[in-house]
């Protein structure tokens, strides 16, 4: 069965550090891969996705970039944390044929 | 593109009643639309989906039903306990797959 494990589940950074956080994939092979975030109380902002090795799109402009080294492993990286930052982290995978499953999500705070 | 818009934002019901849940969506391509439970702190998980060749779904006190011809699908809770206490997300899969998400719904389920 496919699992998703997504590392580490809470983190405090101070605000000009980088940041990698990192999500692996098992059970799949060439899965869609997403990074979204979330404020609190709010909803899923989607990121960047990747429908293969090297191949990341990014949907908002921002202080974040992905990366996708292998088939089932996608990176977000940042090299100088801002504080609007902070949020909940989640990864996702999924396949064309179903719907999509979340890691177990990143609590960032940047203080 | 496909814009997905969920209604109501937050929903408080009596334990034991019915709770319903409504999301409209622009893209008539768009072929699946699943509905996803995110409990405090968590990951959001999937709870029932539906695909377009299908009106009405059930999973014992879940269902969700699409309205094709009107491009609106809705999340129905029937006997509502109080682990059902969560924000709830609808989605729909756009021309590439990948999913369109609503702003969520907070359903408070009142003792």
């Known amino acids: 069965s496919q699992t998703i494990h997504q590392w580490p589940a809470t983190l405090v950074q101070p605000v000009g550090s980088p940041l990698s956080l990192e999500c692996t994939v098992e059970g799949t092979s060439n899965p869609n891969l997403y990074w979204y975030r979330q404020a609190a109380g709010r909803g899923l902002q989607l990121l960047f996705y990747s429908v293969g090795i090297g191949q990341i799109s990014s949907e908002v402009p921002q202080n974040l970039s992905a990366s996708r080294p292998q088939d089932r492993q996608f990176i977000l990286s940042s090299k100088k944390l801002l504080l609007s930052d902070s949020g909940f982290y989640l990864c996702?995978?999924?396949?064309?044929?179903?719907?999509?499953?979340f890691g177990s999500g990143t609590r960032l705070t940047v203080v | 593109g496909e814009n997905v818009e969920q209604h109501p934002s937050t929903l408080s019901v009596q334990e034991g009643d019915s709770a319903v849940i409504k999301c409209t969506y622009s893209?008539?391509?768009?072929?699946?639309f699943p509905w996803y439970k995110q409990e405090l702190g968590k990951r959001p998980q999937l709870i029932i989906d539906?695909?377009?060749n299908v009106g009405e779904k059930k999973d014992q006190r879940i269902a969700v039903t699409l309205n094709k011809t009107a491009k609106h699908f809705s999340l129905h809770i029937t006997e509502t306990q109080p682990e059902d206490s969560a924000v709830y997300f609808c989605a729909a899969s756009d021309s590439n797959y990948q999913l369109i998400w609503g702003a969520g719904t907070k359903l408070i389920i009142k003792p």
């Open positions: 996702a995978w999924s396949s064309y044929d179903y719907g999509y499953t």
């Open positions: 539906i695909r377009s």
């Open positions: 893209d008539s391509a768009s072929n699946y």
